[in-house]
């Protein structure tokens, strides 16, 4: 009896313990991430590399989507508020639509760190990094220009409208190839950053304007859309260029399928944001200036071994 008892005193402790470990509270300070969205491969590029920093510096994570809805994106942090969240890691849903919201989460005193894309109001975010897309829309659009011979018809595919970074690499195309006399755009649509919806509209715009060399696309998600439309249609020799340096664009670039493309350094972006956010979180500053702007690289087949997972990688020489 002695044994038994012994026994279920021994299980009840046991169960106990494992009870208290399970509810135990995690101390961690909390970074809430989020971004466009999870399906996109350069979101999530920068989503993980700032989470796995993140995780690297003791924080404890939370990565959501907003999908570019600025009401979700709200709802979000509102919640990030709620969940006392110390450290906010934003790709906004929209360059004035976040203001506000962005406001919100500083007044609750959570450090907010922007990525990817900036707003227009100054000196609520504690930092906002984003890749210079005038800069690297300029270097595809010379690459085009030369891939084209500098002469013939090509169509442009272009981002979200909404999206202001879609605004300024169109501008930063048209910078280049309008100086251009021998090339004429004869057709633009917006694909809105999507692959399938860039099919079809490349699609479209073959059986509308047949005799077209070439086609410029605002991401590398439509670029590839856009190579599947011409190698569904049996077509050779269209020039196709992207922006963003996924390794599916990278890829493309490889085989001969795509020209170029301008490599966004998300995984540098994210975790310079994280970096800084906990700097900011153990001193009290940043030590850098609110804006901070990285240049891009133009990415061709000379070079797209180089470049690996929205990062470029050393070479066998160690550069």
């Excluded at 906004?92 to 990525?115: P, Y």
């Excluded at 859309?225 to 190698?231: E, L, Q, S, T």
């Excluded at 399928?257 to 001193?283: G, R, W, Y």
């Amino acid at each position: 009896m002695r044994r038994v008892l012994r026994f279920l005193l021994s299980t009840a402790l046991l169960i106990t313990v494992v009870l208290s470990g399970c509810h135990a509270r995690d101390t961690r300070k909390l970074v809430a991430i989020i971004v466009p969205s999870q399906d996109n491969p350069y979101f999530k590029a920068e989503a993980d590399a700032a989470a796995r920093r993140a995780t690297e510096l003791g924080y404890r994570v939370r990565v959501d989507a907003h999908n570019d809805d600025a009401y979700r994106q709200d709802n979000l942090i509102d919640a990030a508020i709620a969940s006392n969240a110390a450290i906010l890691i934003l790709d906004n849903a929209g360059t004035d639509a976040s203001i506000s919201a962005v406001r919100r989460a500083t007044k609750a005193g959570i450090a907010c760190f922007l990525i990817d894309r900036e707003i227009t109001a100054k000196g609520i975010a504690k930092a906002q990094i984003v890749s210079d897309n005038d800069q690297g829309a300029r270097l595809v659009a010379a690459e085009f220009s030369r891939a084209m011979g500098e002469k013939g018809e090509y169509v442009e595919l272009l981002g979200r409208e909404s999206d202001t970074n879609a605004q300024v690499r169109t501008k930063g195309f048209h910078a280049v190839l309008d100086a251009e006399p021998g090339l004429k755009m004869v057709a633009a649509q917006s694909a809105n950053w999507s692959q399938a919806e860039a099919f079809q509209k490349t699609e479209t715009m073959l059986q509308a304007h047949g005799h077209i060399g070439g086609i410029i696309a605002g991401n590398d998600t439509m670029a590839l859309g856009a190579a599947a439309a011409v190698k569904s249609a049996g077509l050779k020799g269209l020039k196709i260029t992207g922006f963003d340096g996924s390794p599916d664009a990278v890829a493309a670039i490889t085989s001969g399928e795509m020209q170029a493309t301008a490599l966004q350094p998300a995984v540098v972006i994210s975790e310079m944001a994280m970096n800084e956010a906990d700097a900011f979180l153990k001193t009290g500053s940043t030590g850098k200036p609110e804006m901070q702007v990285i240049q891009c690289d133009l990415v061709t087949k000379a070079n797209a071994a180089e470049y690996v997972e929205f990062e470029k990688v050393k070479d066998s020489a160690g550069h």
